[in-house]
């Protein structure tokens, strides 16, 4: 059984960082990808950022590029988003997210197969 656990989540000033972390378990890493969601309020959950475990492609959504890194360390059982340079618009929940299928990044909810619980993270201007 795939599992996924996000944390690192909180209330952080603009400007600064914050990294988040996804435990996985249960996982072939060889054919996946993991991917980091965002919820703000009243808006859709947006994909922001994905890395595949099939050919280490990594994608980021065009609002988070140069602030955002996407890795995950060596032993393939956690996927971190360190973020810096944090806006008041980053405010969300941001949950991450195992396709397990083709290894292939999207941001495509639906391709998605196994979901975390979200944290929250809080920009204060």
């Known amino acids: 059984e795939v599992q996924l656990q996000a944390s690192g989540g909180g209330l952080v000033q603009a400007g600064g960082s914050l990294r988040l972390s996804c435990a996985v378990s249960g996982l072939t890493f060889g054919n996946s990808a993991i991917a980091w969601f965002r919820q703000a309020p009243g808006k859709e959950r947006e994909g922001v950022a994905c890395i595949s475990n099939l050919d280490g492609e990594i994608k980021y959504v065009d609002s988070v590029k140069g602030r955002f890194t996407i890795s995950k360390d060596n032993a393939d059982t956690t996927v971190y988003l360190h973020r810096n340079a944090l806006r008041p618009e980053d405010t969300a929940v941001y949950y991450c997210?195992?396709?397990?299928?083709?290894?292939?990044?999207?941001?495509?909810?639906?391709?998605?197969?196994?979901w975390g619980q979200g944290t929250q993270v809080t920009v204060s201007s």
């Open positions: 997210a195992a396709e397990t299928t083709t290894g292939v990044c999207s941001w495509i909810q639906g391709t998605y197969d196994e």
